[in-house]
């Protein structure tokens, strides 16, 4: 019986609510792809989720189950900050570029926090960050 009631609890720690799952297709359908290089960049709502941060970096995750992508970059805004969730597969370094951004992590998961800004600047400052490393050979 005990067994039984682990495999409950599990199972409902791995699944999402309604506002999640909608949140993370709502991510998905606004996601798109930067410079011809398999980038994903999405939008995670933070509206009527507990944690729209852990929505937004599991949205980067499932991300990258899509063929082809070698990197997905999430943004949400929660608290008066813009949070961006960095993933790749081993062909982009996300850890370098979060850096560029204040931030920091590992080669495929990282991430950085912007203050003052709007989702639309974050987008630009982000795609800029690429764009330079770009140009400098860097990804």
Do not use: W
Not at 30 to 39: D, F, N, P, S
Not at 61 to 72: R, V
Not at 92 to 98: K, R
């Amino acid at each position: 019986r005990r067994c039984g009631a682990d495999v409950t609890r599990v199972r409902k720690m791995f699944r999402d609510d309604v506002s999640s799952y909608r949140a993370k297709a709502e991510t998905v359908r606004t996601v798109e792809t930067y410079r011809g290089i398999r980038l994903q960049l999405g939008i995670c709502p933070s509206s009527g989720l507990d944690s729209p941060t852990i929505v937004a970096a599991q949205a980067a995750n499932e991300l990258l189950d899509i063929d082809s992508i070698k990197a997905s970059f999430v943004l949400t805004d929660y608290n008066n900050l813009i949070y961006i969730s960095a993933r790749a597969i081993d062909e982009v370094n996300v850890q370098l570029i979060m850096e560029r951004l204040g931030g920091g992590g590992h080669i495929n998961v990282a991430g950085a926090q912007l203050k003052d800004a709007t989702v639309n600047g974050a987008i630009i400052q982000l795609k800029d960050t690429i764009d330079q490393m770009i140009k400098e050979g860097a990804i």
